[in-house]
């Protein structure tokens, strides 16, 4: 069955919408949810400190891989709605310095892009660019990715 309707919107089963709307806000649902599902979405049980080494060895083989097939790797940083208002979280602070240390490696952190237009259009910036209640973008929020992503691309040379 698919997940969408002909007109393009997601298809919820009515009796799971409340399950879904939880499942889509809270980590603590999921863990407690998932056991009885077949979904397996905590892939591992890594510690934060290994999550942080597995990604950081992880970069320079995709680096290669791409590199093997004549394309430029470029890691995009997406932060969630509350990071661009307060900032990224400790841990994720000291991954990106690890990855800096990699001067080959390309990235583009959205974040910036982000802050400015947050400064532009504080009062709706969250609910324009967010829905609110799951925090993936809207179509104002897809654009403004797309267009940091360009942004980025074009810094780097890579257009």
């Given at each position: 069955q698919s997940r969408y309707q002909?007109?393009?919107?997601?298809?919820?089963?009515?009796?799971?919408?409340?399950?879904?709307?939880?499942?889509?806000?809270?980590?603590?649902?999921?863990?407690?949810?998932?056991?009885?599902?077949?979904?397996?979405?905590?892939?591992?049980?890594?510690?934060?400190?290994?999550?942080?080494?597995?990604?950081?060895?992880?970069?320079?083989?995709?680096?290669r891989e791409c590199e093997s097939h004549h394309a430029t790797f470029v890691l995009v940083l997406l932060p969630g709605k509350m990071e661009v208002v307060e900032d990224y979280p400790e841990f994720f602070k000291k991954l990106i310095i690890e990855l800096q240390k990699n001067e080959s490696l390309q990235i583009i952190d959205l974040r910036t892009q982000y802050r400015k237009k947050i400064i532009q259009d504080k009062q709706k910036f969250l609910k324009d660019y967010w829905w609110e209640i799951d925090w993936h973008h809207t179509t104002k929020g897809y654009q403004l990715m797309a267009d940091g992503i360009w942004n980025g691309l074009n810094e780097n040379n890579l257009s």
């Open positions: 002909p007109n393009h919107r997601l298809q919820l089963r009515p009796n799971n919408k409340f399950l879904e709307h939880l499942y889509a806000l809270s980590y603590v649902f999921r863990i407690f949810y998932l056991p009885f599902t077949d979904l397996n979405l905590l892939l591992s049980k890594l510690s934060l400190q290994e999550a942080i080494e597995k990604t950081i060895q992880l970069i320079p083989a995709y680096q």
